[in-house]
């Protein structure tokens, strides 16, 4: 197991290197730190800069989805591209803060098995006022649908009596239903959702996962990073330590607080010296992911039919079999993984076999085209009968022991004509490239993404040199 280096701010780490050890590859290296730090703007070397604006920093990048032109200002509820987007997510007022909005409201937090009847009773609130309340419109109609977790708030008069209720319909929107003299009223809020530019860089010590938190990155956002690559990369076998990533995307943030992950608009992964890229677009019917010279990420096959855990053999033409204790050809490759762990169809095909056997127990092969073939041995469960088509990423059954193994684990093998290629190594059909009439914006759309791209690697250049693990936007 590898020591994580700990993550060292930019700021922090020319202190550390000008402290009392200072030596002259340490003024080179802070030199260097410096001069990319302009680059980045981490450094501004002018003396009294002039005020950043949301507005200069969008003309810097403009992300998919967004017209170059569009105003900062608009309503959040005028558009898609309506959103607010800047370098740096402390450089955005926090307005319409949370002790604004919730000043004097009681907020009940949906436990299991509580009503909205329930919840109302133990208010001392009349059972008639919520039918009042429900057949006011469509909205209040489906306010007994609660979920689990949900919260809603209320605000009572002073004698203790209904005063208004507060229940969120989305991240932007929610209703209020108030009680006065006049009777019932119900109102529509909308909330501005802040969507914030944010970068990491990340070097792979010993685990992705470990790299993502050290870099400030969340685990469903690696668990995006890694879905982004997934058509080039097996994130079990062939990550090392080294690899490293750098990712451009957003937070979004609503009432001054943290909502949740945004997208990632593009990355760079570089897996064995060997350096993967791609910019998000919009294409089709919806948004993917390209490569620099605008070919989709996705392809026909997937490197891994499940998401990535651990290795326990590969493909060996003489591997030693650990029950029969003889030399037995192992055609394919073993991901060790927790019994129950989905797997999925590498890609689109039909379900030529799905049956159980002494020693490959439940299993499932498929058919694609080009005289393709998929085998996915050792299942718990099959999700798929013979003759079904199926979907690449389906899911067609669960990690097992079934058969002749000696614990949990898929077998997976990739046969082309008849003939057993390692699923590691073995060529796919490279993707379609975006039609020509698209090319231009998506040109226009990538270069600068790919211009801040190549400044994050240098950063992370810089980093992996002088010994700093990982970087993520402060």
Known sequence: MFKLIPQIKANEFIQRLLGSSFT??????????????IAMGLVNPMPDPAPVTTESLVKEIILPGQDKNFSPATSPDQGTNSVTLTADAEQIPETNSPANLNTGWDVIRVASGQTL????RSRGYNVSLLHEIIKLNKETKNLPRLRLGQELLFKDQPDGSFSQLRVE??????????????????????????????HATGII??????????????????????????????????????????????????????????????????????????????????????????RNMKKSFLRAPLNFSYITSSFNPKRYHP???????????DYGAPRGTPVYSAGDGKVIRSAYSKYNGHHVFIQHANGIVTKYLHFTKRKVKSGQRVRQGQTIGTVG???????????YEFVVNGVHRNPRTVKLPKAEPLPA?????????????????????????????TGVSNAKAE
Do not use: C
Request: negative net charge.
């Open 24 to 37: 002259r590859n340490g003024l080179l290296v802070a030199a260097l730190f410096i001069f990319t730090g």
């Open 117 to 120: 009847d329930s919840i109302f």
């Open 169 to 198: 319909l989305g991240e932007t929107r929610f209703i209020t239903v108030s009680l006065d003299e006049e009777g019932l009223s119900v109102a529509d809020i909308y909330r501005e959702v802040d969507r914030r530019q944010q």
């Open 205 to 294: 010590r010993n685990s992705l996962f470990v790299a993502g938190k050290n870099a400030g990155l969340s685990d469903s956002m690696v668990m995006k990073l890694a879905n982004i690559f997934v058509w080039d990369i097996d994130f079990v076998l062939d990550i090392r330590e080294g690899d490293s990533f750098s990712l451009i995307y957003e937070k979004l943030y609503r009432d001054g607080e943290f909502l949740r992950d945004g997208d990632i608009y593009a990355a760079t992964f570089v897996n064995q010296g060997e350096v993967f890229r791609a910019i998000r677009f919009a294409s089709g019917d919806g948004f993917s992911y390209f490569t620099p010279e605008g």
């Open 323 to 333: 029950v029969l204790k003889r030399v037995k050809a192992h055609r394919g490759i």
């Open 401 to 411: 022991s079934t058969g002749m193994v000696t614990g949990p684990h898929l077998h």
């Open 437 to 465: 009439a698209e090319l231009p914006e998506f040109k226009r759309i990538a270069e600068p993404l790919i211009t801040q791209l190549n400044q994050l690697d240098q950063v992370q250049l810089l980093a992996q040199n």
